[in-house]
Each structure stands twice: as structure tokens, then as C-alpha cells.
């Protein structure tokens, strides 16, 4: 083929000239011809010996746009001009500068990776969840979170946000295990109840699809707003209504009625509302308007408002009773760095209706009125008073003064018992000891009222006070801390004095609870009422005093202005209190209080003074509502009444005690009460009938356990996030390790100011941008996200702000410099091939505000409380949202994004500023090399020689992605095997010489990537016709833009058919949560019962269909139960196989072991 002049060559690609072999190390180190250089272009003809005069300067110009390079003394190399004919071993020598830059350059590398490797470490725990919370777990800081938040709840005493100091206070608790059980009181609900019950919008919106009126849990007063029907059982209760219960919305028969869809409710109830009340208000004309204005009167929320507050109501407040139980669903919104909000549940309790409604007698609802089947409006002439002997006509003479009752003994005593409206003979009550002195002292059963009485927002205040003081305490004060930890918690059993027996009679108990009045009697005090109480079960009465109860206790009891005891000494007031008052557990009174007053010494003085205020307030609103603790007794007189010597017969006996009656003995248990009462573990009904109403309060409730919902925690993002950043650091590694090994292969000849550039250019080159964009913003998150960490120090568990360390932020913000070495790359388009020195600048300058900043201003958590509840009295559920948690700050993020690009634009035009100031002539563009990315091009020290080749040192060659190996280059990104190229002189091959390089480093050649056509010159003549391709017809052309419509239609398309499959990690199509998993729960709940070993079975086969119906327009999603008796049934058939008994046991937590139901016979 003939030769082209070296005109048309430069013209045409480097590619189609032929090069000569470029000679390997080998063969320049063993060659005796070759000559010697000192310089890192060595040419063999000195005619060509020539470094920077004006023609290749100007041609490098042309070429790169860069003048003659200064040299500074640390990269200094002889000119080439200088020849030594001696001088073989300059060839591979390195002078001392070019020694400590390769060892500089070494030492960074090395430095770079392990700093990565050690971000993992630091990044690790905040990739376990995409909350982006440090080592978050159900049973660590996720529990934790969760009792802060239910703690506070308990104590809230209003309905206004406030902010939450998350790292205040602590518990006494161990969150380092594998299980964290939650303690849920079983009050809250009706803590909300009592606390929404002034919404009278959230009640209305709940009953807008209520049942009917029959069915809420309340005791009607009268029908309409007006109050021209009444309906209350008794005269008595009529009354009582009018004073005391006309702003309660849930008095009214119209509340519901004006609610309900009126023609739905007329025919499922017609019959039972003709009888009850319709008749009656038919018979009327007022009452025939009453109807036709409230049928279907509902217009809209905030009209239903104006006509309830115009009618006088206030409240919308259903009764105490433990006929069913609430449920309660409760959760916070937990807000990450990117401004992502999660919701997770403090507080799932399920809605239950009991078996044990002791709460009947008091009330049994409106439905059992319906179901009896007697007119409830008192002035019906049907009503139930009217009977005989009572008259209907005595009272049209004088309604206000008619007081004949049928079912009184005073009006009917014969046949009083038989009155179809006497309630207590409905029951089954009367002729026990609790029912007399019940209907004696609070009034007939059937018609008394009971009501959740919420704690005083005083002791809530107190009580809050003081538990965060103690926590504080035991924080800061070693030897209080200590202290408390030598409090036992024991059981005691306090009794009033005057209800005590003594010399002249004895006392025998039958319990404090009014619910359960057929108690037999007992020597000892039985408990009080409770919620879910059984009244076969008689106990004796018992209080529980821990380090917190009782230390609050005695603090307010013994100290003045509430105490009087501070002039007695410690063993006096002990026995004032235990010896006096716990007639059979004295002993451990004595043990905790002695242990309490110890503790106390530990105090300065001056500490108590703050709860003096508080505790004054709190004791004047406490004895305002005038709570109680009654028991039903006998007394029983020593002492011989009568004539012939026989003692007195036993007197039944109403005992009562102020919880907090001002003696000095009893109200040290009575504050127990009250510091129980504000933690919700206790509560106070107020029971009010025809003739007394008393404020008791109860039993100490039994908490709810409840488990974090780990499952509520996403932990998908994270995953992703935290293997790219785990691969990038990898690649990182393994690049390094290859530098690393070509570096000793080569003996350190390298240049080793590249490897500064390592994380640019292998970023760019080896991971790409979209990865390092990712991993810049894990930095973000971290400097966004607030240090939290759960601690337990001196047996206090808390949340503890832990800033990063200067290291580490200097790590971090490092980290976070990725994003800036992504749009330095994409200004390197804008910098026409100039030294990019804006990039350096921009990085160091956007690293030192982050370390700043994190530094001075690190991310702070922020939570409010906020309780928003819904009542649902369909469901007989509440439902809240009751606060927030800002763990991350999304403004921060952007704020932090935004500073890399500021530094990154006033970088760069200061750069441009400088430049144009100093006149520097605009470099034109450089083409670079088809093997090197812009990024390695910009950023690599090159040598440039004749005709803009480029020598780059074989390790930069792996931060690019080539590897060399003698004449050969493998490109990694193409994928592609080359061999080098020699530099064209322009000479004839049979007179051109090859060129031999210091170190043997590659050389680049700059390809021409000019646009358009270039004729070749004429004795360059072209190919053969017959082997020039031939021309793709229009057919094949069609055909090919088929096939890519087709391939682009089959893409989109398959990603439509794999929405469904990808929705879960089963790849199950169309699989739902209240569909396909709730089929799959019942039939297993089911199956394993009838054939638990019935090995692989067919979900499709027709056996195990479903009768239930999962259409998704049902208002109640089915439901999944299993069998009651399942768990025992598993217990007896798998109580052989001995290997899942111990594996069972190995798995359990020691701590669980005393409380294995077994009766250990053998201790080994």
C-alpha cells in the first residue's frame, strides 16, 4: 500500500497509519544499543533532541492548549538534550524528589482506602433502617421511644402541642435485651375519652354512622334538646339529671337520633321505637314536630355544632362500665433527613367485649330498656310508675308533686318485689350486706351513674415534676443513686384506723367494690373495685411500695406545708406509719421506708422546695373532688349489750377514707395513691345515685404488654443504599490493591502526584456518577440526622445527644465531597480544557464549612406532643396521633446541598476572574485520547510530546481503567484489547526510529475527532469499488426501526406485567394484606388444628375454600382467629420431642425461667 505524505497522515485517524512496534521494558533494559537518557522522552536522533522551542510549543498549543509547563523542583527532570553515554541506569533511576512524591502519593492512597473502609463502619448502623436512626431496634431505642412518648401521654394535661425533650429523664429499665416488654395502662383509653369529650365535632363526625341510640353506653335523661320528655329510670335520677347532667350530649335520646340515616333505622327498630317513645310522641302534636324535625336532620358538622352548643351541651361523655373494652391504636410520625415521615404504633390494644360485666347492675344500657319492652317517656300513661297501686289521673292532677312509685315498699309494700320496673329484683340483687349499704348510701341498682373522673392537671404537673427530679437525681448525685438502689420494693397492707378492730368489737371486710356487693366477709380488707374485676376472687388488700412511690410519698407527707412530721425522728414516723397502720406486712412498711429515709438524707435541703407549691395544689384539688376508698364490713361488739349476756348480732357497716384526709398517719399511703393514680395506674369513678355520690378510687390496674413493631420500620432504601456504598468502597480497594501491586512491580516509578487524584478519577472512570452522587448523600443524611443513641449509666436508661467527634466529621464531610467531584466533572465541559484548579478549591472550600458546621451547629432531634384523637363508637376504638419526631432535618440537607454548589460556582468564577485579570489567552479545545475519560484527562499529570501524545504512568493506567502489561493496554470500560503506539515523526518507516520513554510509560496518542469529511490526498488512493460495503437498502432500514419500536414497546410493557408481581418480595401477583394473606392465615389457623402433619399441600385445592367474603367494598375487613385451645394442643403434642423443648429453652431468655408454669420437684 503506498505510503501518505505526513500532511494527509496528521488529517486522517492515528488509527488507519501504521506505527512501529513499541519496544518493551525488557528489551530497552537488556538492549546494549540502546542509548542512555535522563529525561522521560529520550528520541534516538539528536537532530530531534529539541524540548520546548518555539515549534513544538506551538504545536503543543495547537494540540492541548497548554503552553511550556513550568517545572518545580519536585518533578524537575533533565532536559533530553542531555546526553551521557554512560548514563543506563538514569533510565530507571528516580532522583530524591520523584522518590518522596511516589511515597507521598503511596502513603495518601493508602490512607484514602482505609478512611473508606472505616466510613462503612461509621455508616453501618445507620443503614439498618430508612428512618436513618443510629442502631435503631424494637427493643432498644425503638422501645425506648415508645415509653417517653406513653409516659408523657399519661401526664398531659392539655390539649395544645409542646415540644418533648427526648434526652430528659429516664427509666429504670434494661433495653439491652432481646425482648422489651411495653407497659400500656389500661386507662388510657378512657383518659382520651374524658380528655376529647369537649370535642363535640370528632363526637359528631363518630356518630354520624353509629347503630342507633340504643346501643351507646350511657343512661338517658330525655329525649329531646329541649327537655320536654324525660326518661330517666327514677325521679330521684330525674332530678339528678337536671342538675347535673344537661350539658352532656349523650343524655339525650335526640343526640343520636338527629345522626342516624332515618329510614334505615325505622326498619330494623320501627317496632321497638313505636312502643318505647313513638306512640307517645305521635299522640301529640308537639311531638309530631319534634319528629319531623329530626328525622334526617343532619345537615353538616358545623351546623350539628351550633345546634348542640344552642341547646346548652358541652360534652359528649359516655359512663364508666367494663361491659367491653376499648380499643386503641396510637401512634407518632417519625420524620428522616429526606423529609420522609414514618408512623409508628405506641400504643395497639383491640377492642374486646367482656364476659364479666359487673357494671350491670349499676346500668344495663338502653338496649335491655328496648329489649324489655316498657315505655321510657315518665309522662307515658303506659309508664311503668303508673301501675297500680300509683295512678296515672293522681298525677294529671299534680305532675310536679306526684311521687307515688309502684316499685317503692313505702307505695306498694306487698307486692313492691314484683314491680316490672324494680331493677334490683331484675338483678337478682338484695339480702347481702354490700347491696343494702349500696342502695343505702348511693342509691338503687338499675339507676346509678358512673363516670371517669381524669387526675387533676396539679398532681399530673407533680407528679411529672418529681419523677423527672428523681431521674436527674440518680443521674448527678452518686450517692442518691446509690441509695435508691438499696429501696426494696415490697407489699404492704395499710388500714385506716377507724376501720380497724379494737377492744370493744372486730371488723370483718367484705371488699370496697360496689360492682361486686356479695362478697362473703373476711378477717382482712379485700380489695377495692376494678375494672377487670372478678368477684369470686377475694383478696386482701394490698399496696405495692417502690422507690418512686414511696419517696414521693414521704418527700410531701413529712415535710411542711403539706407534712407535720419534720419534728419526729425517722423511727417514730416509721412507726407512726407501719406499725400503726399495716397490720400484717409492718415489717417490709418499716424495711421500704427506712431505705426511703435514707435516701431522702441524700438530698440538699433546698430540693424539695419546688414541690411545695405544686404539692399544695395538687392536695387542694384532690380533697375538692373528695375521692375515697370505701368496705363493706361487719362489726361485730365484745362488749355484752343485752340482759341475759349475749353479745350484740353484727351490724353491716359503710367504711369510708379520704385518700387524703389531712391525718397525718393515713396520707402517706394516701399520696401512694395519688402518685398511682397520676401514672395511670390507678383510676377514680364517681358513683352517683339517688342518694349519694362518691368519688372511689380503684384497685391498682395490671399493665397491657405490648411489643415494638419492628416491622413498621422500613428497611428497604437503606439496604440498597448501604451495598452500593459498600461496593463503591470495595472497588475502591481492589483499584488500590492493582496500584498498589504495578507500583512494586515497577519499583515505585510512578508519578505519585496522580494517586492525590485517585477518588476523582476512579470515581469518574470505576464506579460512575450516579453511585458517587449516592454515596455523598449518605454523608448528607449523617450530618442531617441528629446523633441519638440509647445509654443506660447508674441503671438509668436514656437518649443521649452524641455529637461526632472532629474526626469523624472530618470523615463525614469528606465523604460528602462526592457530589462536588460530580459537577466539577460537568464543569469541566464549561473550563475549555484549562487547568481545572476551581475543583480543589471547591472541594476543600465546601469540606471546611461542613466540618464547621457539624462541629458548631450538629443536628438536633425535635419531637412535639401533640394528641389528635378520632373516637370511633361504632368500633368502640380511639384513634390518635398523638405527636412527631424530627430526627432528620430535610432543610438542613438541601441547606448542606447547596453549599456544595455555591462553593462550587464561586469556585469556579473565581478561577475564571483570575485568569481573565491575568490575561490568559483562551486555550482551545483539546480532543484528548478515545481510552481516557475527561475526568482522568483534566485531573492526571501528563508528559505531552510531539504531536499532543500523552505518557501516563502505568498505575495512573489502572485509575483509568487500562491495564498494561508490556506492549499491550486492556480497556476495562470498552472492553477492548490494544497494543501501544509509537509517536510519528514524520520521517519514512525505513529511516524513523522508535521513541523510548522513562519508565516505559504508555503513551497516548491524540486522535483527530475533527467533524465532517476530509478528502484524502491524491496519492492516498482508495479501496477497490468491489470491496467498498454495500449500501443498506430501505427495507432493511425499516425493518431495523421495527425492531427498535418493538424492543422499546416489550420494555415498557414488561414493566407494566411485573408492577403486580414486584409489589412484594414473594413476587406473588396481586398479593394483598386483607386478601390473600388473610385466606392464607385462616387456612392455615384452621388446617393445623384438623391435620397439623398433612406434609405439601395445593393452595388451589377445592377443599380448603373460603366461605368468607373479601370483596374490598366491605366497611369490616375479614377477620383472623385462632383457635382458643391451639397453643395447648401444641404443648401436649410436642411435649415428646425433646429436641424442641431444648432448643425452645436454649432460645428463651433467662430471665422468663421463674416464670414457667412447672412445680419443680428435683433440683437435678
Known amino acids: 500500500m503506498a505510503k501518505c505524505e505526513p500532511g494527509a497522515r496528521a488529517s486522517m485517524d492515528v488509527t488507519a497509519t501504521r506505527m512501529e512496534d513499541f519496544a518493551s521494558f525488557d528489551t530497552i533494559r537488556n538492549s546494549k544499543d540502546a542509548i542512555r537518557m535522563s529525561s522521560r522522552v529520550h528520541p534516538f536522533d539528536q537532530s530531534h533532541d529539541k524540548v520546548d522551542d518555539i515549534e513544538v510549543v506551538q504545536q503543543r498549543f495547537s494540540l492541548t492548549g497548554r503552553g511550556s509547563k513550568p517545572t518545580f523542583p519536585v518533578t524537575q527532570h533533565t532536559s533530553p538534550s542531555t546526553w551521557v553515554a554512560d548514563q543506563f541506569d538514569d533510565f530507571l533511576s528516580m532522583t530524591i524528589a520523584e522518590s518522596v512524591e511516589t511515597a507521598g502519593g503511596i502513603a495518601y492512597l493508602l490512607i484514602t482506602l482505609a478512611l473508606s473502609m472505616y466510613y462503612l463502619k461509621v ?202 373494652t376499648w380499643g386503641v391504636k396510637e401512634s407518632v410520625d417519625v420524620t428522616n433527613a429526606f423529609g420522609a415521615t414514618q408512623s409508628l404504633s405506641i400504643k395497639k390494644v383491640a377492642m374486646e367485649i367482656r364476659g364479666s360485666w359487673t357494671t350491670l347492675m349499676l346500668s344495663w344500657g338502653p338496649w335491655n330498656d328496648f329489649l324489655f319492652g316498657l315505655p321510657f317517656i315518665r309522662s307515658d300513661p303506659l309508664h311503668a310508675r303508673f301501675m297500680s297501686p300509683c295512678s296515672y289521673d293522681d298525677y294529671l292532677l299534680d305532675p310536679g308533686n306526684y311521687t307515688c312509685d309502684p316499685c317503692d315498699p313505702v307505695f306498694n309494700p306487698d307486692e313492691y318485689t314484683s314491680c316490672m320496673y324494680n331493677f334490683e ?268 355520690i362518691f368519688a372511689l378510687v380503684s384497685d391498682k390496674s395490671a399493665p397491657l404488654m405490648y411489643e415494638a413493631q419492628g416491622l413498621e420500620v422500613p428497611k428497604s432504601a437503606c439496604q440498597y443504599v448501604w451495598v452500593i456504598s459498600a461496593i463503591m468502597s470495595v472497588i475502591l480497594v481492589i483499584v488500590g490493591l492493582i496500584m498498589t501491586a504495578y507500583t512494586a512491580l515497577l519499583r515505585g516509578r510512578i508519578v505519585g502526584r496522580n494517586l492525590f487524584q485517585f477518588n476523582r478519577i476512579v470515581g469518574a472512570v470505576w464506579l460512575g456518577r450516579p453511585f458517587l452522587m449516592i454515596r455523598g448523600m449518605t454523608a448528607i443524611v449523617l450530618l442531617s440526622t441528629a446523633p441519638i443513641r440509647v445509654i443506660l449509666q447508674k441503671r438509668i436508661t436514656s437518649f443521649e445527644f452524641h455529637p461526632r467527634t472532629l474526626l469523624e466529621s472530618m470523615l463525614v464531610s469528606g465523604e460528602a465531597m462526592w457530589i462536588t467531584y460530580v459537577f466539577n466533572d460537568f464543569l469541566l465541559l464549561l473550563s475549555r480544557n484549562a487547568e481545572p484548579n476551581f475543583a480543589p478549591l471547591s472541594a476543600g472550600l465546601s469540606w471546611l464549612v461542613y466540618v464547621c458546621w457539624d462541629m458548631s451547629a450538629p443536628t438536633s432531634l425535635y419531637a412535639t406532643l401533640d394528641r389528635n384523637c378520632a373516637i370511633d363508637f361504632a368500633r368502640l376504638t380511639v384513634v390518635c396521633q398523638s405527636g412527631a419526631v424530627q430526627l432528620g432535618d430535610a432543610q438542613i440537607a438541601m441547606t448542606l446541598f447547596f453549599i456544595q454548589l455555591v462553593c462550587i460556582v464561586m469556585s469556579f468564577g473565581a478561577v475564571w476572574l483570575w485568569r481573565c485579570m491575568n490575561r490568559h489567552p483562551p486555550a482551545p479545545g483539546f480532543s484528548g485520547h478515545l481510552l481516557l475519560s475527561g475526568t482522568a484527562i483534566a485531573f492526571l499529570h501528563k508528559d505531552i510530546v510531539l504531536n499532543g501524545a500523552m505518557l501516563i504512568d502505568r498505575a495512573s493506567c489502572v485509575m483509568c481503567g487500562l491495564l498494561t502489561f508490556r506492549r499491550y493496554i486492556f480497556d476495562l470500560k470498552l472492553w477492548l484489547l490494544t497494543t501501544q503506539q509509537n509517536i510519528p515523526t514524520g520521517e519514512p518507516s525505513a529511516s524513523a526510529k522508535p521513541r523510548v520513554f522513562k519508565w516505559n510509560m504508555p503513551v497516548f496518542l491524540a486522535p483527530s475527532l475533527k467533524s465532517g469529511l476530509v478528502t484524502p490526498p491524491s496519492n492516498c488512493p482508495l479501496p477497490p469499488k468491489g470491496h467498498l460495503p454495500q449500501r443498506p437498502t430501505r427495507v432493511i432500514s425499516l425493518l431495523g426501526l421495527g425492531y427498535m419500536c418493538a424492543t422499546v414497546f416489550g420494555s415498557v410493557t414488561y414493566l407494566s406485567l411485573t408492577k403486580t408481581n414486584m409489589a412484594n418480595d414473594f413476587w406473588w401477583v396481586n398479593y394483598n394484606a386483607s386478601r390473600e394473606h388473610v385466606f392464607i392465615a385462616r387456612m392455615y389457623n384452621r388446617e393445623t388444628v384438623l391435620r397439623p402433619e398433612a406434609n405439601s399441600i395445593a393452595l388451589d385445592d377445592h377443599i380448603f375454600v373460603d366461605d368468607a367474603n373479601y370483596s374490598s367494598v366491605l366497611a369490616t375487613a375479614v377477620g383472623v382467629s385462632m383457635p382458643l385451645l391451639y397453643v395447648s394442643q401444641i404443648k401436649l403434642a410436642d411435649a415428646t420431642k425433646l429436641e424442641a423443648v431444648v432448643r425452645g429453652l436454649r432460645h428463651m431468655d433467662a430471665y422468663l425461667a421463674p416464670w414457667i408454669a412447672t412445680q419443680y420437684v428435683h433440683g437435678n
Open 425 to 692: 329484683a331484675i338483678l337478682g340483687e338484695g339480702g347481702t350486706p354490700g347491696f343494702g349499704l349500696t342502695h343505702d348510701h348511693i342509691g338503687p341498682f338499675g339507676s346509678i351513674d358512673a363516670f371517669f373522673v381524669p387526675a387533676p392537671p396539679s398532681l399530673l404537673v407533680l407528679s411529672s415534676a418529681f419523677t423527672l427530679a428523681i431521674t436527674t437525681w440518680m443521674q448527678t448525685q452518686d450517692a442518691f443513686n446509690a441509695a435508691m438502689t438499696m429501696i426494696p420494693s415490697l407489699t404492704v397492707d395499710p388500714v385506716p384506723m377507724k376501720w380497724q378492730s379494737t377492744a370493744n368489737g372486730t371488723f370483718t371486710y367484705m371488699g370496697g367494690d360496689i360492682t361486686c356487693p356479695t362478697r362473703e366477709s373476711k378477717p382482712y380488707v379485700q380489695s377495692s373495685f376494678s375494672f377487670d374485676v372478678s368477684c369470686t376472687n377475694q383478696e386482701r388488700h394490698r399496696m405495692l411500695l417502690h422507690p418512686r412511690n414511696a419517696l414521693f410519698a414521704y418527700l410531701i407527707s413529712s415535710k411542711p406545708p403539706i407534712g407535720t412530721l419534720q419534728s419526729m425522728s425517722d423511727s417514730a414516723i416509721i412507726a407512726k406509719w407501719c406499725g400503726t397502720l399495716c397490720p400484717t406486712l409492718a415489717s417490709s412498711c418499716a424495711q421500704v421506708l427506712g431505705a426511703v429515709v435514707n435516701a431522702s438524707k441524700q438530698l440538699p435541703t433546698t430540693t424539695t422546695v419546688p414541690f411545695t407549691t405544686l404539692a399544695r395544689r395538687a392536695q387542694s384539688d384532690v380533697t375538692a373532688l373528695q375521692v375515697k376508698t370505701i368496705q363493706f364490713a361487719k362489726y361485730i361488739s365484745t362488749t355484752t349489750d343485752h340482759e341475759d349476756g349475749s353479745s350484740s348480732s353484727p351490724t353491716d357497716v359503710w367504711l369510708e377514707q379520704l385518700v387524703l384526709s389531712g391525718d397525718d398517719k393515713w396520707d402517706f399511703f394516701g399520696w401512694v395513691y395519688m402518685f398511682e393514680w397520676a401514672e395511670a395506674s390507678r383510676e377514680v369513678v364517681s358513683f352517683e345515685g339517688d342518694n349519694g
Open 123 to 324: 455508616l453501618a448502623p445507620v443503614m439498618t433502617n430508612d428512618l436513618w436512626w443510629a442502631n435503631f431496634n424494637a427493643s432498644g431505642a425503638h422501645s425506648y421511644l415508645i415509653d417517653v412518648f406513653n409516659n408523657h401521654l399519661n401526664l398531659s394535661v392539655n390539649h395544645t402541642a409542646k415540644d418533648l425533650d427526648v434526652t430528659a429523664g429516664g427509666f429504670t429499665k434494661d433495653y439491652s435485651t432481646f425482648y422489651t416488654p411495653i407497659h400500656i395502662s389500661p386507662l388510657y383509653e378512657r383518659i382520651v375519652r374524658a380528655d376529647q369529650a369537649t370535642n363535640l365535632t370528632a363526637a359528631i363526625i363518630s356518630l354520624r354512622g353509629y347503630t342507633g341510640p340504643e346501643w351507646a353506653s350511657t343512661q338517658y335523661c330525655w329525649v329531646d334538646f329541649n327537655r320536654r320528655w324525660e326518661v330517666a329510670h327514677t325521679a330521684k335520677r330525674q332530678t339528678r339529671c337536671g342538675r347535673r347532667y344537661t350539658a352532656n350530649a349523650a343524655m339525650y335520646w335526640e343526640t343520636i337520633f338527629r345522626l342516624v340515616i332515618w329510614d334505615s333505622y325505622m326498619t330494623t327498630s320501627a317496632s321497638k321505637f313505636e312502643f318505647a317513645m313513638g306512640r307517645m310522641l305521635n299522640a301529640s302534636m308537639e311531638g309530631r314536630d319534634w319528629l319531623d324535625r329530626t328525622a334526617d336532620g343532619f345537615v353538616s358538622v358545623d351546623a350539628e355544632v351550633a345546634v348542640w352548643k344552642a341547646a346548652g351541651m358541652t360534652t359528649y361523655e359516655w359512663q364508666w362500665t367494663n361491659y367491653f
